[in-house]
């Protein structure tokens, strides 16, 4: 089976590396003037793992779709218009295209599947990939389990009977609302997390645990999602990974947030934050969660005072 990965970032390198331990023939697509893509392509190897030889590299997008029938992609989400306005430039149609990526648009709130299927020829199909595990671990051979979601539930069934392996054990879905929402909020979460961990807070961790999948679950139903899908393997399912690993991007800002630091690796919790409030307004979802970190984050708020009160002065019935 030939498959067509685009992005060659931590997860995208992590996805190239997974499918060659089950025998397929991997094509790695970047921009020719990416550090990361020449570092790569000349390499095969990042500071998380080392490429067998035998995975190929291009910059040339109309020969990376043409490679193969399934093209994974695993680039920033803010990048997704852009990429899918060059895809479908290209003429070229009838793929499927899953996408490795957990986030919204930050100004519209849209899901990274709309993006794609309004750009795309009807011919192409998309499913969305998401659940827990860093490429620290599935490198090691640690398993874990993921989802598959689709409008079209053919497709993600196959896909998961194609893509399962000793390393991932894939359930299906066709409640893209619910696994796309879910799964760029947990992001929020972690940046949460990581906040509460800067201020020796931890302990603040399970109230989080348990009262951010109920505000996410409110505003997936608003928009016609099962709400329960949030309870699945794309949120909640996703917490650990999210808000208490080391290997955590998400969680690693939010405890820098707290200490005053910089921080230089992507986390999507920041885009998404924006995102949720955008669609808690539009949908009129009440989420005191993402709203106490938007203010933290783009409103100057103190964070210790801002998350800290957040859980610490309600009186009212828990249920």
Not at 39 to 56: G, I
Request: aromatic share 10%; net charge negative.
């Amino acid at each position: 089976m030939n498959i067509t990965v685009i992005g060659c970032g931590r997860w995208g390198s992590c996805l190239a590396w997974y499918f060659t331990t089950k025998g397929f023939n991997v094509l790695m697509y970047g921009r020719a003037n990416s550090s990361t893509y020449q570092s790569l392509s000349q390499t095969h190897k990042n500071e998380y793992l080392t490429l067998p030889d035998e995975v190929s590299f291009t910059s040339d997008l109309s020969k990376a779709l043409s490679f193969s029938d399934a093209v994974i992609v695993s680039i920033a989400a803010q990048h997704t218009p852009s990429l899918f306005d060059e895809i479908a430039a290209t003429g070229i149609k009838n793929k499927i295209y899953v996408l490795c990526m957990k986030g919204l648009i930050e100004n519209s709130g849209m899901r990274l599947s709309q993006v794609a299927s309004e750009r795309l020829d009807y011919t192409s199909r998309v499913a969305v990939w998401v659940g827990p595990g860093h490429v620290e671990n599935f490198t090691k051979k640690i398993p874990s389990c993921m989802v598959i979601s689709s409008a079209d539930s053919e497709l993600a069934e196959g896909l998961c009977k194609d893509f399962s392996s000793d390393i991932i054990r894939f359930y299906h879905s066709k409640d893209l609302i619910g696994t796309e929402i879910g799964a760029a909020a947990k992001n929020v979460m972690g940046i949460c997390a990581g906040i509460l961990d800067g201020f020796a807070l931890s302990t603040l961790k399970g109230p989080l645990m348990a009262r951010g999948p109920h505000e996410v679950s409110r505003l997936v139903e608003l928009m016609g999602g099962d709400k329960m899908s949030v309870y699945g393997l794309s949120h909640i399912g996703d917490y650990e990974a999210t808000l208490f690993s080391p290997h955590s991007h998400n969680r690693a800002f939010g405890e820098a947030v707290a200490k005053g630091e910089s921080y230089s690796y992507l986390a999507e919790g920041f885009s998404t934050t924006k995102a949720l409030t955008v669609l808690a307004k539009e949908y009129n979802a009440e989420m005191p969660i993402t709203s106490a970190l938007y203010d933290v984050l783009f409103n100057n708020a103190d964070p210790r005072a801002t998350l800290g009160n957040l859980f610490l002065r309600s009186l009212k019935s828990e249920f």
